[in-house]
């Protein structure tokens, strides 16, 4: 009966389970049982035991429901037949998340549950939405691994900044400036790795984005050193500022001064310009240069066999990418009014990256799941209180919130080793469009 878990791999998965709850032991004792509060003649050691037993336990029950539940040997011909009808439910199901998303996204402002926070938290995100959806451009349609994305959107940034500064230049004409420029970068990174693939493609981009950090850090004169850039100018609606003086937005517009107007507005160029980047990725998906990022992607061999251009290929995946990349750091700059060269490290890279992962190499769908669930779900953990009743009311989930989170993601990952969206539907077919199962995508690579 297959309902009946048998007794030899109860066992065996009690073992692997009993495993995997002694090496959460082992990190979690000195990182959750000990803890050094400030006391009155020093340091005091403050051990909290319960937190590293409730851990443990989460550990051994979650591997073990694992091997149960998910890692069970399958019949033949289930594992084919299986991913064909998970790809019509999700096609469907796509086809109603996606207009569902943008209709929240446009009156995200509009609704009367939305404050200050809840709308700065939908800028953050939709900023990282449009950094993975160039990021996918790279990575999820032409197959280049790239650690060194958080370069192009260094230099948007510092190109917005100092040529507003300095030329006194509007955001709508530096904007595109930006791009531009950023778009050259991007074919300079190319360049030197046309030849490479894999693991040695990863380790030159990601020297490309610390070469930039250092370069913003040592040009002193160029670029502000450590100190960054100040007082960059605000976007304005069409040369009218968002001021409460008598030529301001609400002034011309006849309405009370409110310093939200100016984020609500902020909100919808961000929201505009992640759109622009989405019907321009589509658009370019099904042209002749969108068809050989795909090949690129399967089989880089085989693509130079059918006389497609791998060079160009390449260099146009980096420069248009990196062009979007450019666009939400001009954005960036222009909203914080203010850049640094710790606000372009190597972890955002990482993070705009494993959003691209999580929500499935080529999906555009899945990687507005995914920015929701990485960038909303850290802030939605800071207030997570019914923890307390597990943990104890001297349990604080603001300062475990990346330990929570990073359970989640690989729960996630374990459920879904191929992304939330893993499926493909070809772009061009000769006959039917059928839909590619995720057993046949490759895992983490395109």
Not at 52 to 68: C, D, E, H, M, Y
Not at 118 to 123: A, E, N, P, W, Y
Not at 297 to 320: M, P, Q, Y
Request: proline content about 4%; aromatic content about 10%.
């Amino acid at each position: 009966m297959s309902g009946i878990v048998q007794p030899g791999r109860l066992t065996e998965a009690s073992k692997d389970a009993a495993i995997a709850a002694l090496i959460a032991f082992a990190l979690a004792a000195p990182l959750l049982g000990l803890k050094t509060v400030a006391a009155t003649q020093g340091l005091e050691l403050v051990q909290r035991w319960h937190l590293v037993a409730a851990a443990v336990a989460i550990v051994f029950t979650g591997r073990l429901l694992l091997r149960l539940l998910v890692w069970r040997t399958r019949r033949p011909g289930v594992e084919a037949t299986a991913p064909q009808s998970a790809g019509r439910a999700l096609a469907s199901l796509g086809k109603a998340t996606g207009p569902a998303f943008l209709l929240l996204a446009l009156v995200w402002p509009l609704l009367p549950t939305t404050d200050r926070y809840l709308l700065d938290l939908g800028v953050l995100v939709l900023t990282y939405v449009l950094l993975a959806w160039g990021l996918n451009i790279v990575v999820g349609l032409a197959g280049l691994l790239d650690l060194g994305y958080v370069a192009f959107y260094a230099v948007g940034a510092y190109s917005y900044a100092l040529l507003a500064q300095h030329l006194g230049w509007s955001f709508w004409v530096c904007l595109p400036i930006a791009g531009i420029l950023t778009a050259l970068w991007g074919i300079v990174l190319g360049f030197p790795v046309l030849r490479l693939r894999g693991d040695y493609l990863a380790i030159v981009t990601l020297a490309f984005g610390e070469i930039i950090r250092l370069i913003l850090i040592n040009w002193y004169e160029f670029t502000g050193g450590p100190d960054g850039i100040s007082g960059i100018p605000r976007p304005s609606f069409f040369g009218i500022p968002f001021t409460d003086e008598d030529q301001g937005f609400a002034a011309v517009f006849g309405l009370d001064y409110s310093p939200m107007h100016r984020i609500v507005f902020l909100y919808y160029l961000v929201l505009a310009l992640a759109l622009v980047t989405l019907v321009v990725t589509i658009r370019l998906r099904r042209l002749p240069v969108g068809r050989a990022w795909e090949a690129l992607r399967e089989d880089e061999i085989a693509c130079r066999s059918l006389g497609i251009n791998t060079r160009n290929t390449k260099l146009t995946a980096f420069a248009i990418g990196a062009m979007f990349g450019g666009f939400a750091g001009a954005f960036f700059a222009t909203r914080q009014g203010f850049i640094s060269p710790e606000s372009f490290v190597f972890a955002e890279s990482a993070l705009i990256l494993a959003i691209v992962v999580l929500g499935g190499l080529g999906s555009q769908l899945g990687i507005v799941v995914a920015a929701l669930l990485m960038i909303g779900g850290i802030e939605m953990l800071r207030n997570i209180t019914w923890l307390k009743a597990v943990f104890g009311p001297d349990f604080d989930p603001a300062l475990y919130r990346m330990l929570l989170f990073g359970l989640i993601m690989v729960t996630i990952m374990v459920w879904r080793p191929r992304g939330l969206i893993s499926t493909r539907l070809p772009t061009i077919a000769l006959a039917d469009r059928k839909r590619i199962g995720a057993q046949l995508v490759g895992q983490g690579r395109g």
